[in-house]
């Protein structure tokens, strides 16, 4: 029997507050409204930023269904959507793409101003939310707010792919993949024969280390104060790894003298100020690129000496490695199905959707890369 246009009745992980377990909650989900969409979700990575909402260093209106990682199928459609249709297998988008802003028509950015990321409501475009739990609203997130087994999104908010793709797999380029590899490829435009420093190896970390070989850089250099990262990222494409804990002198000095006064490329995929400011002097004075990736504490500033960016050094960054969404979403995922990189060796653990804390217990004790709960 069709359930289009009637409340679903199922289960989501909601989050009540901070500092507490997720609660795997009976809610009803309401039909998706004009240019929404309703999935049925079938695999979820568990990522950093979600557990950034439960330790309240993400600000987020509460009660909410977090989880921005995620792969499913259509289940029904609102009036007007014309660019999925039910039975389509579809990723969520956390930074949508509408097409018509300022930012959506500029070649080079992808951060649409329709996103909900930089000043979040916990709310759909129209400033409402579809979930209900025990009477009250509970707000979304990222307007894709994947840790249910139907969630509803705007339409700029999701992206058909192949039919033929492994949910559980693909469900990785809805967040950290995408932000790690586009890192590489598309915003330092990571160049054959070239050397790179890959700060931090963590899920995205290692995402960059795919581009930088996928671009064919010839020295890929993986940085971690933890050695136990080192075999996977070695595995993925590092050629050296060092560890800072190991030197009597500042990481980017070491990396200045690897490598001729500094690295081409070097990216900062751990999140802080120390760190963001040892990629910056590690990429080479002149000719240098230098990335960051990873999300700094709030409300946090950097104090840099301007000479390190007149004597010619690019710093830049990007959400979601500069991808336009809903344009590139789907060649990323046709890019996997053809092997041009692999997801695999990124997921150390699947669960079952219910056993949702002990998947962010594995991601705070450092003991995951990706966990995927499947439904
Ligand atoms: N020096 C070297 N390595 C370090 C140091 C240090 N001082 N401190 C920690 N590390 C290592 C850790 O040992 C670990 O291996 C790695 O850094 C960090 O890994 P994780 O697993 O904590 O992090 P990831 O790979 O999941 O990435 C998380 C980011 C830190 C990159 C996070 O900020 C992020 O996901 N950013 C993406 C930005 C974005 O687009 N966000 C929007 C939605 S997610
Ligand atoms: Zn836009
Ligand atoms: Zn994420």
Same mark, same amino acid.
């Given at each position: 029997m069709s359930t289009a246009g009637k409340v679903i009745k199922c289960k989501a992980a909601v989050l009540w507050e901070t500092h507490k377990p997720f609660s795997i909650e009976d809610i009803e989900v309401a039909p998706p409204k004009a240019h929404e969409v309703r999935i049925k979700m079938v695999a979820t990575g568990v990522c950093r930023s979600d557990d950034h909402v439960v330790s309240g260093s993400m600000v987020s209106p509460f009660p909410?269904?977090?989880g921005h990682e995620g792969a499913?199928?259509?289940?029904?459609?609102?009036?007007?959507?014309?660019?999925?249709?039910?039975?389509?297998?579809?990723?969520?988008l956390f930074s949508p793409q509408c097409g018509k802003c300022r930012v959506c028509k500029h070649p080079e950015n992808n951060l649409c101003i329709k996103n909900d990321l930089i000043?979040?409501?916990?709310? !759909? !475009?129209?400033?409402?939310c579809r979930f209900t739990c025990r009477g009250k609203p509970i707000h979304n997130f990222l307007g894709t707010s994947t840790f249910s087994q139907y969630t509803v999104v705007d339409e700029i908010a999701v992206a058909k792919i192949d039919g033929a793709s492994p949910l559980e797999k693909v469900c990785l380029i809805g967040c950290g993949f995408t932000t790690g590899y586009g890192s590489a490829v598309k915003v330092a435009k990571v160049t054959p024969g070239s050397s790179c420093a890959v700060f931090g190896l963590g899920g995205v970390g290692l995402s960059v280390v795919i581009g930088c070989k996928t671009a064919g850089a010839s020295r890929i250099i993986a940085v971690d104060i933890n050695k136990d990262k080192f075999a996977k990222a070695k595995e993925l494409g590092a050629t050296e790894c060092i560890n800072p804990l190991d030197y009597n002198k500042p990481i980017e000095e070491v990396l200045q003298e690897m490598t001729d006064g500094g690295v081409?490329?070097?990216?900062e995929v751990i999140g802080r100020l120390d760190t963001m400011n040892s990629a910056l002097v590690s990429c080479h004075a002149a000719c240098g690129v230098s990335v960051i990736v990873g999300v700094p504490p709030?409300?946090?500033? !950097?104090?840099?000496?301007p000479m390190l960016l007149l004597l010619g050094r690019t710093w830049k960054g990007a959400i979601f490695g500069g991808y336009k969404s809903k344009d590139e979403v789907p060649r990323l995922v046709t890019d996997f199905m053809a092997e041009k990189f692999p997801l695999e060796p990124l997921i150390t653990h699947v669960l079952p959707f219910e056993e949702i804390n002990e998947g962010f217990d594995l991601l705070r004790t450092g003991k995951s890369i990706r966990t995927v709960l499947t439904f």
């Amino acid at each position: 029997m069709s359930t289009a246009g009637k409340v679903i009745k199922c289960k989501a992980a909601v989050l009540w507050e901070t500092h507490k377990p997720f609660s795997i909650e009976d809610i009803e989900v309401a039909p998706p409204k004009a240019h929404e969409v309703r999935i049925k979700m079938v695999a979820t990575g568990v990522c950093r930023s979600d557990d950034h909402v439960v330790s309240g260093s993400m600000v987020s209106p509460f009660p909410v269904v977090v989880g921005h990682e995620g792969a499913g199928i259509v289940e029904s459609v609102g009036e007007g959507v014309t660019s999925v249709k039910p039975g389509d297998k579809v990723i969520p988008l956390f930074s949508p793409q509408c097409g018509k802003c300022r930012v959506c028509k500029h070649p080079e950015n992808n951060l649409c101003i329709k996103n909900d990321l930089i000043k979040p409501r916990g709310t !759909l !475009l129209d400033g409402t939310c579809r979930f209900t739990c025990r009477g009250k609203p509970i707000h979304n997130f990222l307007g894709t707010s994947t840790f249910s087994q139907y969630t509803v999104v705007d339409e700029i908010a999701v992206a058909k792919i192949d039919g033929a793709s492994p949910l559980e797999k693909v469900c990785l380029i809805g967040c950290g993949f995408t932000t790690g590899y586009g890192s590489a490829v598309k915003v330092a435009k990571v160049t054959p024969g070239s050397s790179c420093a890959v700060f931090g190896l963590g899920g995205v970390g290692l995402s960059v280390v795919i581009g930088c070989k996928t671009a064919g850089a010839s020295r890929i250099i993986a940085v971690d104060i933890n050695k136990d990262k080192f075999a996977k990222a070695k595995e993925l494409g590092a050629t050296e790894c060092i560890n800072p804990l190991d030197y009597n002198k500042p990481i980017e000095e070491v990396l200045q003298e690897m490598t001729d006064g500094g690295v081409d490329f070097s990216f900062e995929v751990i999140g802080r100020l120390d760190t963001m400011n040892s990629a910056l002097v590690s990429c080479h004075a002149a000719c240098g690129v230098s990335v960051i990736v990873g999300v700094p504490p709030n409300a946090k500033n !950097l104090s840099v000496n301007p000479m390190l960016l007149l004597l010619g050094r690019t710093w830049k960054g990007a959400i979601f490695g500069g991808y336009k969404s809903k344009d590139e979403v789907p060649r990323l995922v046709t890019d996997f199905m053809a092997e041009k990189f692999p997801l695999e060796p990124l997921i150390t653990h699947v669960l079952p959707f219910e056993e949702i804390n002990e998947g962010f217990d594995l991601l705070r004790t450092g003991k995951s890369i990706r966990t995927v709960l499947t439904f």
